[in-house]
């Protein structure tokens, strides 16, 4: 169960929560959800995407059932420190796309006394960790993992597999380019496709 931060007067920094898993599993729902809460409270947020991102559009942060939140499209990590000045609360979606200067980023941030919210995937379509997101786990207070449910086995499903024949590592998409897929699922899927190979 993921639990705020106290705020404590004396100490006046922020801290890093990181909301990692696979496609569909809720990431950015689950983001929304806790700018939303801070909005509510009055707290002065602003949300980040990388600029490649223009799957449902280039201005909003979209969930896939169509929740959405404004958001400033960004080409790379360093553009954020300047346009989060005097903020609470910065988001930050679709992490693993960002350069690793995002780690750097996400810590100055937080070391000024910002809560920063964080949602990505934690492995790319063949498994592996993506991008920084490794690191941006291992600085962050506080780690989500959400988990979407096996199209194939309907158990919990932590992996992206893609079910187009595109082997870029990004790949921007959603039900036609993946599916997501638990160990044995993906495990099946994978040896299945090397016998063709």
């Not at 989500?144 to 449910?149: D, E, G, Q, Y």
């Not at 595109?166 to 638990?182: F, I, T, W």
Request: hydrophobic share 40%.
């Amino acid at each position: 169960m993921f639990l705020e931060n106290t705020v404590n007067a004396n100490e006046q920094f922020g801290w890093i929560e990181v909301i990692c898993g696979s496609m569909f599993s809720g990431k950015t729902e689950e983001l929304i959800r806790r700018l939303k809460r801070a909005q509510f409270a009055q707290q002065k947020i602003e949300i980040f995407k990388p600029a490649i991102d223009l799957r449902y559009d280039d201005q909003l942060v979209t969930s896939h059932d169509q929740n959405q939140i404004p958001s400033t499209p960004v080409p790379a990590a360093a553009n954020i420190p300047m346009l989060a000045d005097s903020c609470d609360v910065v988001g930050i979606d679709e992490a693993q796309f960002f350069d690793d200067e995002i780690v750097k980023v996400c810590n100055d941030l937080a070391n000024r006394g910002i809560r920063v919210i964080v949602a990505g995937l934690d492995m790319d379509y063949r498994g592996n960790p993506f991008g920084p997101m490794p690191a941006l786990m291992a600085t962050a207070e506080y780690v989500t993992k959400v988990h979407a449910i096996c199209t194939r086995t309907g158990n919990l499903a932590h992996y992206s597999y893609r079910t187009s024949k595109e082997d870029d590592l990004l790949l921007l998409g959603e039900k036609e380019n993946y599916e997501p897929l638990s160990r044995a699922a993906y495990f099946h899927a994978n040896k299945k496709n090397n016998k063709k190979s």
